[in-house]
């Protein structure tokens, strides 16, 4: 059974631009939540999708914004790119929201110059 | 708000020594608590996990305990190997709510 994948694994970007990160679930999960990683921040909540509804969202700007499709797979999308946006991106699935473990993928490390 | 604190931030032991990596929550209204570990620049592997209802859970030579009432959770590594140096993250999932809250994690380093 695939894990979670996400792609791509490694981009950089100049600030200003705009980034869109794909996420496809573990099959029949179909709840997709995804957190920003920083060396200062460390692991922080971005959103949460099931049923391609957005059910839950974290501390951030309106320039993080994502979306879930009928077949759960799952985009985030960051605009207006800012140095402080390097990070490594991690997307996780669990068959539904209220299921308990959570898989995650590899993550897609994003870096702004 | 809760909080996820995670004690120490580096650990090194060596070989074949049994050791205990620390985790502390401040809200005990918690749905279950997952133990991760992540690898240099690669996403977060779950180890354990475990509800709230439940005290311990045991994979192999790790085995994780929960106490709800005092808001703190411990991971057991028996018999350490090099191959377990890692950094271990524990994670809250309050009730009621569909995030994780991350503790920042233990670098642990085992020697050979």
């Known amino acids: 059974k695939a894990g979670v994948t996400q792609t791509p694994r490694y981009l950089i970007k100049t600030r200003g631009q705009q980034v869109t990160l794909s996420c496809s679930p573990i099959?029949?999960?179909?709840?997709v939540s995804w957190y920003q990683q920083t060396p200062g921040q460390g692991l922080q909540f971005l959103f949460e999708?099931?049923?391609?509804?957005?059910?839950n969202k974290g501390n951030f700007p309106g320039r993080f914004s994502g979306r879930q499709f009928s077949n759960s797979r799952s985009e985030m999308n960051v605009s207006t790119l800012e140095l402080g946006d390097s990070a490594l991106y991690l997307c996780?699935?669990?068959?539904?929201?209220?299921?308990?473990?959570?898989?995650f993928g590899e993550g897609s490390r994003l870096t702004v110059l | 708000k809760q909080e996820v604190t995670q004690i120490p931030a580096a650990l090194s032991v060596p070989e074949g020594e049994n050791l205990v990596l620390n985790c502390s929550f401040t809200?005990?209204?918690?749905?279950?608590l997952q133990w991760f570990r992540q690898d240099p620049g690669k996403g977060l592997t779950s180890l354990l996990l475990i509800q709230s209802s439940q005290r311990e859970q045991t994979s192999g030579r790790l085995n994780a305990s929960l106490d709800k009432s005092s808001g703190r959770s411990t991971l057991y590594i028996a018999a350490s190997q090099p191959g377990d140096s890692a950094t271990y993250l524990c994670?809250?999932?309050?009730?009621?709510?569909?995030?994780?809250?991350f503790g920042k994690g233990t670098k642990l380093s085992v020697i050979p």
């Open positions: 994670a809250v999932k309050g009730a009621g709510s569909y995030q994780l809250t």
């Open positions: 099959s029949g999960h179909r709840s």
């Open positions: 996780a699935s669990s068959p539904t929201p209220n299921t308990g473990e959570l898989f």
């Open positions: 809200d005990s209204a918690i749905y279950n």
């Open positions: 999708y099931f049923s391609e509804t957005q059910r």
